[in-house]
């Protein structure tokens, strides 16, 4: 078969061609699978002739489709698995997780509310709200190196309010620099 027998049989094949990848890709993919059906065709013709060239194109628009829908899922899988992190349903806290994490927020709370209330102002300005020692200073009118002070008075106060309570651990990771000043 020749060249040109390949291409006017293509020609003559475009319709049902585009009607056989309509039914299973979408619409902005049909143009490309046509063209990769002649393109395969052209080039098996060339290795030794096509017997039954429309039988040959028509197979080869489907199987093209079908691994174009098949690619398409694995880009979709492989986006997914990379978009969200496998971990992440072990990670979601459990309700008793959750219930916990409040309580030692509260005692946390508790803890703060018992500091002084200068001291208290300073740490809760600098370790919620984390403004500059200076713009601490300035809002509270106090030097720089009393903020500084009451923030560290802060933090051991509030170590070791919860440490009396057999709650610092829980805390450890958040007020390490609390036990260094307290065991400096």
């Avoid at 309509?22 to 143009?31: A, K, L, M, P, Q």
């Avoid at 699978?33 to 080039?43: A, D, G, K």
Wanted: charged share 30%.
């Amino acid at each position: 078969m020749t060249r040109s027998d390949i291409a006017d049989i293509f020609v003559s094949l475009k319709r049902d061609l585009e009607r056989v990848a309509r039914r299973i890709v979408r619409s902005g993919d049909i143009d490309d699978i046509v063209q990769e059906t002649f393109v395969r065709s052209y080039e098996a013709n060339l290795d030794r002739p096509i017997r039954h060239p429309r039988a040959f194109m028509l197979k080869t628009a489907r199987n093209l489709a079908l691994n174009h829908v098949d690619l398409s899922d694995q880009r979709l899988v492989d986006s997914l698995d990379a978009m969200v992190d496998i971990d992440f349903v072990a990670r979601t806290p459990s309700l008793e997780r959750q219930v916990e994490s409040r309580e030692r927020f509260l005692m946390f709370c508790r803890a703060v509310r018992e500091l002084p209330l200068q001291c208290r102002r300073a740490f809760i300005l600098k370790k919620v709200y984390g403004p500059s020692q200076k713009e601490i200073a300035e809002y509270l009118g106090i030097s720089e190196s009393t903020v500084e002070k009451h923030v560290a008075k802060g933090i051991l106060g509030c170590w070791t309010y919860l440490e009396a309570r057999g709650l610092a651990p829980a805390f450890a990771t958040c007020a390490q620099p609390a036990k260094a000043a307290r065991d400096g």
